[in-house]
């Protein structure tokens, strides 16, 4: 195994989504499926926090014309995050496995691939940091919400729409992997949405295309239509929307696995269930993404509180309103991060002190060489 590869894994793992180790070295087989060592060794002087190619091309002692090319070579290959304010010069930084190169291999997805990745997705889940601070979070649909004014508005799908001005819609890669591998559900495969920056870098790598406010309202409604659940980063100004399903969603389907996950998302609600007025149609059955309702052998339905993710679901499809989304308890209420930098410290500080003291380093060293001053 090249040098590199092992460098990388570790340099990946200590950043703050993780990228836990396997006995069997998978985690290293992704990273040569994808990287070339010369790009490996490039992406190891790159940092969360967007840099210019003078600062990368100082650090990695190489010169600038070849590193902005291999970088924009990086990002169009979905391994690094490239950013392009106006009238300024691309910035580029590190990403992640996941959210991050994870994602960006949309519409680049192979058999191997594929495999790789539905093999290290439960290792990652059961290994990383995502239990103890998730980097995305659930919302109901929105015909579920309670009417309440302790409703904030970055619980609710319409205001997070309706706070964005640029929109861009790519295909689910989670579902394009299950699909190469012949476990497709057919369900809509264009949902997952970007927003602002982050919806225009997508249309500039090719992964997506840009679409209205409307067009972006008209494919949440076709989304819970099919009983998919929305999932946007978990902070309070979010720069993706996901709609997933729980039988090929990373996270959802090894959230479904654990006995209790309605623990295991940042979602402020939960469902009740009234027995006295079910018609006992099933429909709620059906949809419901955790298997918290089901019916028995005497057409009764059954609740489990605990399996319940919020995701209202059941509560749009119930005829006889026997589904209600509540509150939470006070203590048990997740706390939303202000934005993807927090998220990330968040996740940091459930990592450890030395995480958060490793994050903080860098991004003081990444300001120094950006000025210019020797450290």
């Keep these: 195994m090249v040098d590199v590869f092992k460098r990388l894994a570790r340099y990946l793992d200590k950043l703050p989504a993780g990228f836990p180790p396997t006995q069997d070295g998978l985690e290293l087989n992704i990273l040569q499926k994808l990287f070339s060592e010369e790009e490996?060794?490039?992406?190891?002087?790159?940092?969360?926090?967007?840099?210019?190619?003078?600062?990368?091309?100082?650090?990695?002692?190489?010169?600038?014309?070849?590193?902005?090319?291999?970088?924009?070579?990086?990002?169009?290959?979905?391994?690094?995050?490239?950013?392009?304010?106006?009238?300024?010069?691309?910035?580029?930084?590190i990403s992640q496995f996941v959210v991050g190169f994870y994602e960006d291999?949309?519409?680049?997805l192979d058999p191997e691939m594929a495999a790789l990745f539905e093999a290290y997705a439960p290792i990652y889940f059961d290994k990383?940091?995502?239990?103890?601070?998730?980097?995305?979070?659930?919302?109901?649909?929105?015909?579920?919400?309670?009417?309440?004014?302790?409703?904030?508005?970055?619980m609710k799908v319409e205001a997070i729409l309706q706070s964005k001005t640029d929109f861009a819609v790519r295909n689910c890669v989670c579902r394009q992997e299950k699909e190469i591998l012949g476990k497709g559900c057919g369900k809509p495969m264009e949902t997952c949405m970007m927003f602002d920056s982050t919806a225009r870098n997508t249309v500039k790598t090719g992964?997506?295309?840009?679409?209205?406010?409307?067009?972006?309202?008209?494919?949440?409604?076709?989304?819970?239509?099919?009983?998919?659940?929305?999932?946007?980063?978990?902070?309070?100004?979010?720069i993706f929307l996901c709609a997933c399903c729980s039988c090929c969603c990373g996270v959802l389907s090894n959230i479904k696995n654990h006995p209790?996950?309605?623990?295991?998302?940042?979602?402020?609600?939960?469902?009740?269930?009234d027995p006295a007025s079910c018609i006992t149609c099933g429909a709620c059955v059906e949809i419901c993404p955790m298997a918290a309702l089901s019916m028995d052998d005497n057409i009764a339905i059954k609740f489990d509180q605990t399996r319940c993710i919020g995701c209202g679901l059941c509560v749009s499809v119930c005829p006889s309103e026997t589904l209600k989304l509540?509150?939470?308890?006070?203590?048990?209420?997740?706390?939303?991060?202000?934005?993807?930098t927090q998220t990330y410290l968040s996740i940091s500080k459930a990592r450890g002190f030395g995480n958060v003291f490793n994050l903080i380093l860098k991004l003081i060293k990444n300001y120094i060489q950006t000025i210019k001053v020797k450290w």
């Design 207 to 238: 992964k997506g295309r840009m679409i209205s406010l409307e067009e972006a309202q008209e494919i949440l409604k076709n989304a819970q239509a099919a009983g998919l659940v929305l999932q946007p980063s978990n902070s309070q100004d979010p």
């Design 260 to 273: 209790n996950p309605g623990a295991l998302v940042a979602n402020p609600y939960f469902a009740q269930y």
């Design 128 to 154: 990383g940091p995502w239990k103890k601070q998730p980097q995305i979070r659930t919302i109901p649909v929105m015909e579920a919400i309670p009417f309440s004014p302790e409703v904030l508005p970055y």
């Design 40 to 93: 490996a060794e490039l992406a190891l002087h790159l940092v969360i926090l967007d840099e210019p190619v003078s600062v990368i091309a100082q650090k990695a002692g190489l010169v600038e014309d070849h590193v902005a090319n291999l970088l924009e070579d990086m990002v169009q290959k979905g391994l690094i995050s490239g950013g392009y304010p106006e009238g300024k010069p691309p910035v580029y930084s």
């Design 105 to 108: 291999q949309v519409n680049r």
């Design 326 to 340: 509540v509150h939470k308890p006070a203590v048990d209420q997740p706390k939303i991060p202000k934005n993807t």
